[in-house]
């Protein structure tokens, strides 16, 4: 019984592509997060979502989009693939408000631009 | 802001021996502390939390760490280690006042036979 899912888990596109990358928790938190992690495996956040509302957007190129459609899930749109976007892509989710708890993490979607 | 820092790309143990995995943060209000392990083409694993109470906090996998104020550490530790400990292990914070969890940039774990 999964408690956060993203499907696809790869991804191989060409550049100039559009692609999204969908999550869904079952957990009943109100907070989703996307997570980038690099090919140096540094992990840093991109957004923020509470109850379908953004709270985080980190400086990343408007060639992504999220979207909440509700509180259980939270996808990414990305626009006009480039290279660079190539990475592993990490859906995350907490309760709201509740800084003292673990986000739990998806297993993650490994994007590939050719 | 909030910051987290792992001085060591990677940490050699040999099973059996104890492991150590340094992290330092930096945060404005009270922290919130978090270790998460990441094996090989898998997602994050949390291992254990320190959000108030005992500066000793016990975690998944006979792992632990140590809440230091005054150092502004939360090193990882583990009396002994088992080669399946081999992993990715990242610490990270969040601020009182924030939702944002901040990663460190993570210290690869080498335990040998």
């Known amino acids: 019984d999964t408690a956060v899912s993203q499907t696809p888990k790869y991804l191989v596109t060409q550049m100039g592509n559009d692609k999204s990358i969908k999550c869904e928790q079952n957990?009943?938190?109100?907070?989703m997060y996307w997570y980038k992690q690099d090919s140096k495996k540094f992990l840093k956040i991109m957004f923020s979502y509470n109850n379908k509302e953004l709270i985080i957007n980190e400086t990343v190129p408007n060639r992504f989009s999220p979207k909440s459609p509700d509180k259980a899930h939270l996808n990414l749109h990305i626009n006009s693939l480039e290279l660079g976007d190539s990475a592993v892509y990490f859906c995350?989710?907490?309760?709201?408000?509740?800084?003292?708890?673990?986000?739990?993490f998806g297993q993650g979607t490994r994007l590939t631009v050719v | 802001a909030q910051s987290v820092a792992q001085p060591e790309d990677q940490v050699n143990v040999a099973e059996g021996n104890p492991l150590t995995v340094k992290c330092t943060y930096s945060?404005?209000?009270?922290?919130?502390l978090f270790w998460y392990v990441q094996y090989p083409n898998r997602g994050l694993q949390f291992l254990l939390k320190?959000?108030?109470?005992?500066?000793l906090v016990k975690g998944s996998y006979g792992f632990e760490a140590e809440f230091n104020k005054s150092q502004t550490s939360f090193h990882l530790k583990k009396p002994s280690a088992l080669v399946s400990d081999s992993a990715l292990y990242f610490c990270a914070v969040r601020d009182e006042g924030f939702q944002k969890l901040v990663f460190g940039t993570g210290t690869r774990l080498l335990v040998s036979p």
């Open positions: 320190y959000i108030t109470g005992d500066n």
């Open positions: 957990l009943g938190h109100d907070t």
């Open positions: 945060v404005s209000g009270n922290p919130y």
């Open positions: 995350a989710s907490s309760p709201r408000g509740l800084g003292g708890t673990e986000a739990f």
